[in-house]
Nanobody
């Protein structure tokens, strides 16, 4: 079955950096668009960024543009999220997800989800 396993979360001070990883198995990784979402306590899940399978084009939420960078390694079936200049408002559980759509931005367009990894940014 399909599995997405996130890692790399943790506690960091504001202004610091973290790198999240999401290892995928059970699917043809090179044929799916990968996305990252996050959910803060008491808030709805929100889209963060996606990277397409076709040409690795990316699309970022305005809130993270210029600070976060998504990349993928199809040989390792892994997608990464480099997060720099972290802010307390970035605190959330971060989820990776996979979609067969070319340009999915809504959570409902993603078919598979990881279990999430906690990111906490202290002020």
């Amino acid at each position: 079955q399909v599995q997405l396993v996130e890692s790399g979360g943790g506690l960091v001070q504001a202004g610091g950096s973290l790198r999240l990883s999401c290892a995928a198995s059970g699917l043809t990784f090179s044929s799916v668009t990968m996305g990252w979402f996050r959910q803060a306590p008491g808030k709805e899940r929100e889209f963060v960024v996606r990277i397409t399978w076709s040409d690795s084009s990316t699309y970022y939420a305005d809130s993270v543009k210029g600070r976060f960078t998504i990349s993928r390694d199809n040989a390792k079936n892994t997608v990464y999220l480099q997060m720099n200049s972290l802010k307390p408002e970035d605190t959330a559980v971060y989820y990776c997800a996979a979609s067969s759509y070319a340009f999915p931005s809504r959570g409902g367009q993603y078919h598979y989800w990881g279990q999430g990894t906690q990111v906490t940014v202290s002020s």
